[in-house]
């Protein structure tokens, strides 16, 4: 019986929680299966079509990506001759380590994440960016013309908004005055999307190019460079790489509700009470929302060439990212006024 | 150790050879990349491009790999039976592909089609003319990655193949054209039918310009990329819309008169750009011609026998009788046996993608002795050298896109 008990304490504690089951693998894993999903059926309605439909008919084909990945888990992984092995293997269970740390430092409610640290804006920053260091790895490693070309388009787009999402980020932390994300969340009084639109903007593109959707899918590239670094990838390392870009979308779409859309608030204080992770129910919705918006633009759009968003990243959401800054110091000064 | 090993394509001693990432020949910045002919854009073809970082230095379209051996198949079997094999070479437009064919036996076989085969023709025509330009725009809109082009384009091609359906009986395969007249009747209704999807298709376009042509993001991917000149390309020979969106304008239409397009009032448009943007948009122009031209046809239609008295004549009176009032054609075995008169005859007409060429030469027998066809895409083909390099290497599937090339048709 306290064996039990100390499981049962174990599981609920933020530590194990918030990592494992929500906002961490778990509910990324399913966010991972209904998003896909969910950009598809969107896309199918655009487009005249009835998407993905066969597996659970009754229910729309929601499980559609559940039967994709048991069938990647069956494919047989080729290592090819050319590549070299020890990389190549491990560069994708690298990124994917990578792109699960962030939720270490996102707290799904007030009070309720894993690492306490007045710095976890930084750390989630700081994570998410040494993903594509990772996406370089397998890029590289495959030994494949392809993969190398998608390899160095990564680093290109790295560069192109790295320094957008950060600027426009620290924006907000000037205006919060911290850059603690619980502290950020407590301090909006009013939303930081009102409270400073361009950053809220700026921040928005950058996580579009950062997660490498439409109209910025320049990494994968399908016609021009097949999938890029993925190329050589096969069966369960494939559907990683996929949803690589998925996990960073969600963890940027809790960054950019937890920033510019108050977060938790209002909270739900019942669910608090009961158990202080569905305080975060919330929260989730709103990210949701915001990945399903960033999904929905393949409706719209095509691929933009990769010198045409180097300059976008530099010319024009740099500048504003800076001019984000200053409206945040604007604010800060009247605020304290 | 490895990682530089794999740049220099020495073989390793374990008897790996690692790929060759980069070409001697031009030195060693240049990177060179085989795209096809298992590629998601390269079409049934392949291509050696080489780069200069991310800018392109030479583009070699390396096709061949859809060589059907059209010609001398056609050469082997009866002149009637080269129809429904030479429209398996642009099976999206399969009638304009095969209209050049049955003139040029006309001409040997020395018969005209009466006048409503020759309305019916062109009704066929322009039905398919519009089906493989949207053909055309659905390829270039994935190539952009836009998805939604891509579906519609392909979507409303639908119905433009039903229409096809409709009036000769098969999607894509419609052997509809044969020396003497067409093989089918205008059936019941169809002018309803064709006038409903006339308005669908216009008010559609208006669509496609907004989420496509005029969408800001395409608009930057296409303006001023692959520029084809003027000059440039009445010196390459270039045909089709290709060449009139370059200014130049020329078409097979007009200048060989054949089925009824000289009795219907029609606009060749062009745009003086060249540029990608401008081939899309001709495109479009091109379509709303053809609908322009489809309406006239259903209202000049002139009344009369679908297919020459010469060959109706020599059917059997019952089977006469039975054509004449179902209005519909069966072959008897007359048709298959027809000998050709000694001689040779050409013809050109004008494709979706542009002008095709047929020469027919006959020793008298019922096959022909030797059958030329000269394609647009194959003449379109050398864009791919002149257009690319000094483009960035995202540049190549939006040129490619926009030039509409065909890769079976071309390979024949």
Known sequence: ?????????????????????????????????????????????????????????????????????????FQEFIIPETSDKPYFVFAPILALTLAILPFAFIPAAPGFSPVKSPLSLLGVLAVTSSVPLAVLL????????????????????TVAYEAVVFISALAMGIAYGTLDLEEAVLRQHLPGILL?????????????????????????????????????????????????????????????????????????????????????????????????????????????????????????????????????????????? | MSSVSSLSGVA??????????????????????????????????????????????????????????????????????????????????????????????????????????????TLLSEINRIASHLYGIGIAGIMLNHSTMFMWAFGDREVWLQLAEELTG???????????????????????KAEKAIRYMTRRLEEYKRIFLENPQVVARYEGVGVLKRHEASRLGIVGPNLRASG????????????????????????EE?????????????IKQSMHIIRQVLQKMPSGPFFAEKYLRLLPPKLRDQVLS??????????????????EAVARAEMGHGEIFYHVISDGGSKPYRLRVVTPSFRNVILFRYLMPGHRFMDFPAIYGSLDYFPPEADR
Not at chain 1, 138 to 157: D, L
Request: zero cysteines; aromatic letters at 12%; charged letters at 20%.
């Open chain 1, 1 to 73: 019986m306290g064996l039990l008990e100390w499981l049962i304490s174990l599981v609920l504690s933020p530590q194990v929680f918030a990592p494992l089951i929500f906002p961490g693998l778990i509910t990324a894993l399913v966010v991972l299966l209904t998003v896909i999903w969910a950009e598809r059926k969107i896309a199918a309605r655009v487009q005249m079509r009835v998407g993905p439909l066969y597996v659970t008919r009754r229910f729309g084909g929601v499980l559609q990506m559940l039967a994709d990945g048991t069938r990647y888990m």
């Open chain 1, 138 to 157: 397998m890029g590289w490693s495959s030994g494949n013309k392809f993969a190398i070309q998608g390899a160095v388009r990564e680093a290109f787009m």
């Open chain 1, 196 to 337: 400073n639109p361009i950053s809220a903007f700026a921040f928005f593109v950058g996580m579009v190019m950062s997660a490498g959707k439409l109209p910025f899918d320049i990494v994968e590239g399908e016609q021009e460079i097949v999938v890029g670094p993925y190329v050589e990838y096969s069966g369960i390392i494939f559907g990683i790489g996929m949803g690589l870009a998925y996990l960073k979308l969600y963890a940027f779409s809790l960054l950019f509700s937890l920033l510019y859309l108050a977060g938790w608030e209002p909270l739900l204080i019942p669910l608090y009470n009961l158990y202080p992770a569905l305080g975060g129910i919330l929260l989730f919705v709103k990210a949701y929302l915001v990945m399903l918006f960033v999904v929905f633009l393949r409706s719209v759009y095509g691929r933009y060439r990769l010198d045409q968003a180097l300059r976008a990243g530099w010319r024009v959401y740099f500048p504003l990212a800076l001019l984000s800054v200053l409206l945040s110091v604007v604010v800060r000064v009247v605020g304290y006024a």
């Open chain 2, 12 to 121: 390793l001693p374990e008897g790996v050879v690692r790929s060759r990432l980069l070409v001697r020949e031009g030195g060693e910045e240049v990177y060179e990349l085989f795209i096809g002919p298992q590629h998601p854009s390269s079409g049934h073809m392949r291509f050696i491009v080489r780069l200069e970082g991310d800018v392109i230095v030479s583009v070699d379209p390396d096709i061949g790999y859809v060589h059907r051996t059209m010609e001398k198949l056609a050469e082997g079997r009866e002149a009637i039976k080269a129809i429904p094999l030479l429209e398996r070479m642009t099976i999206i437009d399969s009638h304009n592909v095969t209209i050049g064919l049955v003139r040029a036996l006309e001409k040997l076989l020395d018969v005209e089609p009466p006048p409503r085969a020759r309305y019916l023709r």
């Open chain 2, 170 to 192: 098969a999607r894509l395969t419609h052997t509809y054209s044969v020396p003497g007249g067409v093989r089918r009747d205008l059936p019941q209704g169809f002018a309803g």
């Open chain 2, 248 to 271: 130049i304008r020329y078409d097979a239409r007009i200048a060989e008169d054949y089925a009824a397009y000289s009795e219907v009032e029609f606009e060749i448009p062009t745009f």
């Open chain 2, 274 to 286: 060249g540029d990608s943007y401008a081939r899309m948009k001709q495109r479009v122009e091109e």
């Open chain 2, 326 to 343: 179902t209005g519909s054609l069966k072959f008897p075995a007359v048709f298959a046996t027809m000998k050709l008169p000694q001689g």
